[in-house]
């Protein structure tokens, strides 16, 4: 596609329900980062996929999150058992490769966990 | 650890002046330095991008400059308008990730 799409583009949830959330990246973009935007605070990195190599997990904040990309293509970001600290906006963005080809992000996700 | 900041984190200024913001990172390794806006409730859109082999990058109004050696990058926003009232955020990418800055709110009031 001509952008980053992510959907929902709103999810409110109850607290201990499991959510997930979609990006489609740019077509032919071999990198896929999730990032989480809470209230008042900074971008902070979850996961990043880079073609068919194992994903980098390291900002993942804890094993209720977990992220799948298929085919090179799509990533599911699932968040299981949801808190209230995981309200947030989630940020899905691609890029061409890896290290110096800028990133172009979606329009989020806001998550309210209720 | 790669740490980047912006100065100042808020700014409120009439229309037509002249402005810059400041970034600045602890580790001179990097790809690249991406300039980006975000309106309240949305998105990022990317401003400007400048590689680690270039010293600054212009679009329209717009001009960023990168000194890698010193860690740091302004953001020049010339003849300011009410429309470009918004949160601009530096982020560096180094080996494999975009590390952001806490952004700079920029008011612009006609």
């Known amino acids: 596609g001509a952008g980053v799409s992510q959907s929902p583009s709103n999810k409110v949830t109850e607290k201990g329900k499991d959510v997930e959330l979609r990006c489609d990246p740019i077509?032919?973009?071999?990198?896929l980062y999730w990032y989480r935007q809470s209230l008042g605070q900074g971008l902070e990195f979850l996961i990043y996929?880079?073609?068919?190599?194992?994903?980098?997990k390291s900002g993942l904040p804890s094993d209720r999150f977990s992220a799948e990309r298929t085919g090179g293509s799509v990533s599911t970001l699932t968040i299981q058992r949801t808190q209230q600290e995981d309200s947030a906006v989630y940020l899905c963005?691609?890029?061409?490769?890896?290290?110096?080809?800028?990133?172009?992000f979606g329009s989020g996700t806001r998550l309210t966990v209720v | 650890k790669q740490e980047v900041t912006q100065i100042p984190a808020a700014l409120s200024v009439p229309e037509g002046e002249n402005l810059v913001l400041n970034c600045s990172f602890t580790d001179s390794a990097i790809y690249n330095l991406q300039w980006f806006r975000q309106d309240p409730g949305k998105g990022l859109t990317s401003l400007l991008l400048?590689?680690?082999?270039?010293r600054e990058q212009t679009s329209g109004r717009l001009n960023a400059s990168l000194d890698k050696s010193s860690g740091r990058s302004t953001l020049y926003i010339a003849a300011s308008q009410p429309g470009d009232s918004a949160t601009y955020l530096c982020a560096v990418e180094d080996t494999d990730k975009l590390i952001f800055g806490t952004g700079t709110r920029l008011q612009v009031f006609p």
């Open positions: 077509s032919g973009h071999t990198a």
């Open positions: 996929f880079q073609g068919n190599s194992a994903p980098d």
């Open positions: 963005a691609s890029s061409s490769h890896r290290g110096g080809y800028g990133y172009t």
């Open positions: 400048i590689q680690s082999s270039q």
